[in-house]
Nanobody, 121 residues
Framework: QVQLVESGGGLVQAGGSLRLSCAAS????????MGWFRQAPGKEREFVAA????????DYADSVKGRFTISRDNAKKTVYLQMNSLKSEDTAVYYC??????????????WGQGTQVTVSS
């Protein structure tokens, strides 16, 4: 079992930055790939970024490529999402997830409760 708790969301102006953190509990954190998804009001939950268990591979949605960076610290059991050059369309609830590496929701077994990110234009 893995429990995930996100933090770092908030209100930011367009063009600004935020860093989301996701703290995991459980002894097997380092064996899971980690991902971030987001869901805006009235929309489907969508893939944002993923990182392999070692951190050696990463993947991003086209909409965030070049602006967002995913990273992990296995010693701290934490995964991060650095978000730069934020746009109003990045406004959503952001969810941390653990599972197999990929961009589909079906790859992931554990989900956090989410953290709200609001970008004002």
């Amino acid at each position: 079992q893995v429990q995930l708790v996100e933090s770092g969301g908030g209100l930011v102006q367009a063009g600004g930055s935020l860093r989301l953190s996701c703290a995991a509990s459980g002894r097997t954190f380092s064996s899971y790939a980690m991902g971030w998804f987001r869901q805006a009001p009235g929309k489907e939950r969508e893939f944002v970024a993923a990182i392999s268990w070692s951190g050696g591979s990463t993947d991003y949605a086209d909409s965030v490529k070049g602006r967002f960076t995913i990273s992990r610290d296995n010693a701290k059991k934490t995964v991060y999402l650095q978000m730069n050059s934020l746009k109003s369309e990045d406004t959503a609830v952001y969810y941390c997830t653990a599972g197999r590496y990929g961009s589909s929701r079906r790859e992931y077994d554990y989900w956090g409760q989410g953290t709200q990110v609001t970008v004002s234009s």
